[in-house]
């Protein structure tokens, strides 16, 4: 039993350290700015989306 965790371990280092294709630093940045951008976007949209409601509900509901 404890054989097979410590092959099972070497091979999913042995996967990670070699088999593995990892992004470079400009790819990961790239990455990070379009996640981030595309966040902004969604949140500025959501932020639209609920002030426009709640003028509309304040013309239905005033008070």
């Not at 088999?19 to 595309?38: D, E, F, G, N, Y």
Request: proline share 3%; hydrophobic share 50%; charged share 15%.
């Amino acid at each position: 039993m404890f054989k097979k965790i410590v092959n099972y371990c070497k091979d999913c280092y042995d996967e990670l350290a070699h088999k593995t294709t990892w992004p470079s630093r400009a790819q990961l940045t790239h990455s990070a700015m379009v996640v981030l951008t595309a966040s902004l976007v969604i949140a500025l949209v959501v932020f639209a989306m609920d002030s426009v409601f709640q003028h509309v509900m304040g013309f239905v509901y005033p008070g």
